[in-house]
């Protein structure tokens, strides 16, 4: 006969012939009962004669909490830019440095003012922004189409990728007397210049967002009709869009140390050459005005990306 | 629309040398057949699958479509086949409208129609309500749905499905093989539904196509005896068992042949 596993069990434990009740609810009983401090009463059907089995409560070991949760201190970073700005300009009206070399905060500020009124800013903004857009367009459109041909046709892989190897490395402002040499001291070489900035960071990772397209989402494409040209244009470069994005990010950052770096060899205008001019003029807040606007510039681009990217890339996690 | 495989065999070379995955595979299914290609782990099941779909090239033997000479003739640009895959393979940059929609734009339908068509088969899996969210919105259950109306939206003359249902968990797995059975007796289309699930084969389909292990070779054919339309009822009752038992006796010593080969995928 097939006895329920309670009652076996019971009458391994206390020796005493099977209750009629299943193990499992005595023994929530007796908890019970020992909880509530009323130990084991002689009258409880004649089975608990001896004490009961104390029980030791057993703790887990405490495992040390890697992601505490709480407040973020995010606000701590502006406390700091605060407290640092705050000294910076006690430092300089104290008169502990000479405003030569550390102009107070404030008088940057009033020189950027002043900067902007005067249109001194405006037209050095200008200048190096279109040079910069310039840059941009050119060496992200050529980035996109190499690293797209690279990256589909095996001829191309063949042809261009050692090229792109080869020239990569080349720190691109060594070059800028050659770009100067080639097409004059105009706006071509440093727009030349910041297109072979941005074309190899753009190249580069758009070969490799073609290269990680996923095979099944192909056979997939192939499978519900897609041709070729559909497998290009509706699979393989959304799916490489993120990644050729994060080459744009990149592209982005080199275009502005290059535009600065160009402005500052061979220009009369721009941003670089307004700071190389005010250093060279002992100028020194226009010179540190000059790093704000192009600090701001740093951020307003990045920000201005990080918008495009969730406009065009809404499915994607950043 | 019938499928004739005739005599495929296929050969793969890996780094180990070749592997043999299908030797000389030969099988008809019948008009509007549902038929389960059931086998061990790496018996070839999903390359057959994908030498049907036309993504792979058999080495040997060739994959024919027959058309019953009296009826309506196969309209213009329709596809013969269309695959549901495991990973479900949707395009993460789609809503799930648009990976509805693929099929018939990319075979140039005009706009109004796809937008028809992608509404109907939302409607059919139910998923109208989440037609603008995107794949990793979804449930893995709903994601396989949106793959199933990815298919069908495509209207294909033969509905390929590799292992649709085995990425979800147990219960998806079986409310949507209801889902699955409905939709196919509303559409009536030929299915080739591989799987490596014996009671999910002898639930869905007509007849049971046996792959041995690797190489693939046809095993046996199996007639399932349980009348349709089929209910869960079916599932609990003990000729389904006794079937399956039988299925299970015919695929053991070679499912275990296959494990002990370190056989896989």
Not at chain 2, 118 to 126: A, D, K, P
Request: contains cysteine; hydrophobic residues 50%.
């Amino acid at each position: 006969m097939n006895l329920p596993v309670g009652q076996a069990g019971e009458t391994g434990r206390n020796g005493t012939p099977a209750a009629n009740r299943p193990f499992r609810l005595e023994s929530t009983a007796r908890a019970a009962a020992h909880e509530a401090g009323l130990g084991a009463g002689p009258a409880r059907r004649g089975e608990a004669a001896g004490p009961l089995p104390r029980e030791v409560e057993v703790l887990p070991e405490p495992l040390p909490a890697l992601d505490e949760p709480g407040p973020g201190y995010g606000w701590l970073g502006a406390v700091v830019i605060v407290g640092l700005l705050a000294f910076w300009e006690l430092v300089a009206r104290l008169g502990w440095v000479a405003p030569l070399y550390l102009p107070a905060p404030t008088a940057i500020a009033q020189e950027l003012v002043r900067m902007a009124a005067s249109g001194t800013l405006g037209a050095s903004l200008t200048a190096s922004l279109s040079r910069i857009l310039w840059g941009l367009l050119l060496g992200a459109a050529a980035g996109l189409a190499v690293g797209m041909a690279v990256g589909l046709s095996r001829v191309a892989e063949g042809a261009l990728d050692p090229l792109i190897s080869l020239l990569y490395p080349i720190p691109k402002i060594a070059v800028l007397p050659l770009f100067v040499l080639w097409l004059g001291i105009g706006e071509a070489s440093k727009v030349a210049i910041i297109a072979t900035g941005v074309f190899f960071p753009v190249a580069i990772n758009t070969i490799a967002g073609v290269r990680q397209t996923s095979p099944l989402l192909i056979r997939a494409a192939l499978s519900l009709g897609a041709n070729r040209r559909q497998v290009v244009t509706k699979v393989v470069l959304p799916s490489a869009l993120p990644v050729i994005f994060s080459g744009l990010r990149l592209g982005t950052g080199m275009a502005l140390l290059l535009v600065v770096s160009a402005e500052m060899v061979a220009a009369t205008t721009g941003l670089g050459f307004l700071i190389l001019n005010a250093g060279d003029l002992m100028l020194t807040t226009r010179l540190m005005a000059g790093i704000v606007v192009l600090s701001a510039l740093g951020i307003l681009s990045t920000w201005l990306l990080r918008q495009l990217e969730r406009w065009l890339l809404p499915w994607h996690e950043p | 629309m019938r499928v004739v495989i005739e005599g495929v065999s296929k050969r793969y070379r890996g780094r180990r040398g070749e592997v043999e995955a299908l030797r000389s595979v030969s099988f008809e299914t019948r008009d509007g057949e549902f038929v389960a290609i059931l086998g061990p782990s790496g018996c070839g099941k999903s390359t057959l699958l994908s030498i049907v779909a036309g993504l792979v090239k058999p080495d040997e033997g060739r994959v024919r479509f027959l058309q019953a000479a009296g009826g309506p003739p196969p309209a213009n640009g329709r596809p013969l086949t269309a695959v549901v895959f495991q990973e479900f393979a949707l395009f993460p940059w789609r809503t799930v409208r648009q990976n509805i929609a693929f099929g018939p734009e990319v075979r140039g339908l005009p706009r109004d129609q796809v937008a028809a068509r992608v509404e109907r088969y939302l409607e059919m899996v139910g998923l109208t309500p989440f037609a603008d969210k995107y794949p990793k919105e979804l449930s893995g259950g709903m994601k396989q749905r949106v793959g199933i109306a990815r298919a069908l939206a495509n209207d294909p003359e033969v509905l390929l499905m590799d292992e649709p249902l085995s990425a979800l968990d147990a219960q998806t797995r079986s409310l949507m093989q209801l889902d699955l059975l409905r939709l196919w007796e509303e559409s009536q289309k030929t299915v080739l539904y591989v799987t490596h699930n014996l009671q999910e084969a002898a639930f869905l389909a007509d007849r049971i196509l046996l792959l041995s292990r690797r190489p693939g070779r046809v095993r046996a054919v199996v007639e399932v005896p349980f009348p349709r339309p089929r209910t869960e009822a079916l599932q609990a009752s003990p000729a389904f068992a006794a079937f399956c038992q039988e299925l299970w006796e015919l695929l053991r010593d070679e499912a275990r042949a296959a494990m002990e080969a370190g056989e896989d995928g």
